[in-house]
C-alpha cells in the first residue's frame, strides 16, 4: 500500500485546468434572482423569436411576389412544368452520359500507363 501522494505536485496551469473542469462538469446553482427571472428571459426570448421570424416572413413573401412579378405570365401553367421537367431529365441523362464518358476516359488512360509501365520494362530487360 502506498502512502502519500499519487504522483508529483501539479503545476498552476494544471491545477487551473482541473478547477475549470471542475467548474464545467459540477457548475454552481444559479442564484435565486436568476431562477426568478428565468420565466420572464424565457419569455422575452420567445417574443423576440417570434417578431423576428415575422419579420422574415413579411421579406421572403415580397421576394415571392417580386418574382412573381418578374417572371413570364405562363410560367405557373401545366406545359411550363412539363418543360421544366423535360430539361430537367435532359439534364440527368446528359450527366449520366458524361459520367459514363469520364468513367472510359479514366479507364483507358489507367490501360495505357499499364501498358507503357510493361513495355518499358521490356525495353529495359531487352535493350
Same mark, same amino acid.
Request: hydrophobic share 35%; no cysteine; net charge positive.
Given at each position: =500500500?502506498?502512502?502519500?501522494?499519487?504522483?508529483?505536485?501539479?503545476?498552476?496551469?494544471?491545477?487551473?485546468?482541473?478547477?475549470?473542469?471542475? +467548474?464545467?462538469?459540477?457548475? #454552481?446553482?444559479? +442564484?435565486? +434572482?436568476?431562477?426568478? =427571472?428565468? #420565466?420572464?428571459?424565457?419569455? *422575452?426570448? %420567445?417574443?423576440?423569436?417570434?417578431?423576428?421570424?415575422?419579420? %422574415?416572413?413579411? =421579406?421572403?413573401?415580397?421576394?415571392?411576389?417580386?418574382?412573381?412579378?418578374? =417572371? #413570364?405570365?405562363?410560367?405557373?401553367?401545366?406545359?411550363? *412544368?412539363?418543360?421544366?421537367?423535360?430539361?430537367?431529365?435532359?439534364?440527368?441523362?446528359?450527366?449520366?452520359?458524361?459520367?459514363?464518358?469520364?468513367?472510359?476516359?479514366?479507364?483507358?488512360?489507367? +490501360?495505357?500507363?499499364?501498358?507503357?509501365?510493361?513495355?518499358?520494362?521490356?525495353?529495359?530487360?531487352?535493350?
Amino acid at each position: =500500500m502506498r502512502f502519500g501522494r499519487e504522483g508529483p505536485p501539479l503545476t498552476e496551469a494544471q491545477r487551473n485546468v482541473k478547477r475549470n473542469l471542475e +467548474r464545467i462538469l459540477n457548475p #454552481p446553482r444559479p +442564484r435565486l +434572482r436568476d431562477r426568478a =427571472m428565468r #420565466p420572464v428571459w424565457w419569455t *422575452e426570448e %420567445l417574443w423576440s423569436r417570434h417578431v423576428r421570424h415575422r419579420k %422574415l416572413h413579411r =421579406m421572403l413573401d415580397g421576394m415571392r411576389a417580386h418574382v412573381e412579378a418578374t =417572371m #413570364p405570365p405562363d410560367w405557373r401553367t401545366p406545359e411550363h *412544368e412539363a418543360r421544366s421537367l423535360q430539361r430537367l431529365r435532359l439534364a440527368i441523362a446528359k450527366d449520366a452520359q458524361r459520367e459514363l464518358i469520364r468513367q472510359s476516359v479514366v479507364e483507358t488512360d489507367k +490501360r495505357d500507363a499499364e501498358r507503357a509501365a510493361i513495355d518499358e520494362s521490356t525495353r529495359s530487360e531487352n535493350p
